[in-house]
């Protein structure tokens, strides 16, 4: 079992930043992706952002955020982190941690375990 805490949403204008953070706990050493999703009410959760827990260099992003996110890691710390930019208000949304033990399509929703999520709030 791997446990997800997310931190550091809320409320932010329009063109501001945050950062989010996720501490994983257990399992950990099992992990091969962690990545970010978000999700607002009444649509589907959507891909975010998702980084290689095992090799240096591997990030992935969804188009509507590249360019402005940066997904990194800290494994000593366990720790995951997505600083976003330039934030508009399409980009609110509660946002999840999650972690998958497979190596095969990171940008997918098939992840083992998820976080509770932390709102993300971008007034225009």
């Known amino acids: 079992q791997v446990q997800l805490v997310e931190s550091g949403g809320g409320l932010v204008q329009a063109g501001g930043s945050l950062r989010l953070s996720c501490t994983a706990s257990?399992?950990?050493?099992?992990?091969?992706?962690m990545a970010w999703f978000r999700q607002v009410p009444g649509k589907e959760r959507e891909f975010v952002a998702a980084?290689?827990?095992?090799?240096?260099?591997?990030?992935y992003y969804a188009e509507s955020v590249k360019g402005r996110f940066t997904i990194s890691r800290d494994n000593d710390k366990n720790t995951m982190y997505l600083q976003m930019s330039s934030l508009k208000p399409e980009d609110t949304a509660v946002y999840y941690c999650?972690?998958?033990?497979?190596?095969?399509?990171?940008?997918?929703?098939?992840?083992?375990?998820w976080g509770q999520g932390t709102q993300v709030t971008v007034s225009s």
């Open positions: 999650a972690a998958k033990q497979s190596p095969y399509i990171p940008t997918s929703l098939a992840y083992d375990y």
């Open positions: 257990g399992r950990t050493f099992s992990t091969y992706f």
């Open positions: 980084i290689n827990w095992r090799t240096i260099g591997s990030t």
